[in-house]
């Protein structure tokens, strides 16, 4: 999720990331994986990675991979390095 700099500071980027979390809520899924600033998304419910047991695949600095468990319990006995589709990497 990106907002151009001239748009940010609106609210465009929480209603961006509140309605793709409820859309997943929506589909049933049970946790959803970020990297992103550590400052910005911990007020959606994303947590550091390191407290599922899980890495991402991208050597990023600690706390920018972060998780929201939207299912209580849904990671409490995963561990182990998160992929993303291939797509991702061509961004």
Same mark, same amino acid.
């Given at each position: 999720m990106a907002v151009l700099p001239e748009l940010q500071s609106k609210g465009i980027g929480s209603a961006l990331v509140e309605a793709g979390l409820k859309l997943c809520r929506k589909a049933k899924i049970g946790a959803v994986a970020v990297l992103g600033h550590p400052e910005y998304y911990p007020k959606f419910g994303f947590e550091k990675s390191e407290k599922?047991?899980? $890495?991402?695949?991208?050597?990023?600095?600690? !706390?920018?991979?972060?998780?929201?468990?939207?299912? $209580?319990?849904?990671?409490?006995?995963?561990? !182990?390095?998160?992929?993303y589709y291939e797509e991702f990497s061509k961004l």
């Open positions: 599922f047991n899980l $890495n991402s695949e991208y050597d990023v600095p600690p !706390g920018v991979f972060m998780i929201a468990e939207l299912e $209580n319990g849904y990671l409490k006995n995963c561990s !182990g390095t998160t992929s």
